[in-house]
């Protein structure tokens, strides 16, 4: 019986240890959770920061390419003389066209009404 008595000591001693060491490795990896999510929030937040800046400049861009082709557009109907990096005078000219058919109004056909 004192045998027996004495085993399950030893047993639960060891049970207590690997208890000890269960909880300290518990701990460790909730410091690295914790880690790792702090990193994955700082991330996210910079790809939300990158993903905003790649909106304003192309909304930035958007409006200048809007401002350029009006600008080009007027100079042409003016007969202002600019210089041209791409598409020359035939591009500038098409671009004249479209402006020109998108501001005339429109006639509503019998079958509109």
């Not at 202002?80 to 004249?96: F, N, S, T, W």
Request: no cysteine; charged share 30%; aromatic share 2%.
């Amino acid at each position: 019986l004192a045998k027996q008595a004495e085993s399950l000591n030893n047993k639960v001693t060891d049970f207590e240890q690997q208890l000890v060491k269960s909880h300290e490795a518990e701990r460790e990896n909730d410091k690295v959770l914790s880690t790792l999510r702090q990193q994955g929030k700082e991330t996210r937040q910079q790809l939300m920061a990158a993903e905003k800046k790649v909106s304003d400049l192309g909304s930035e861009q958007q409006a200048l390419l809007s401002s350029q082709s009006s600008i080009l557009r007027q100079s042409f109907l003016e007969g202002i003389e600019v210089p041209l990096l791409r598409g020359g005078h035939e591009a500038l000219r098409e671009m004249a066209e479209e402006s020109q058919s998108a501001s005339a109004p429109t006639q509503k056909s019998p079958a509109d009404t």
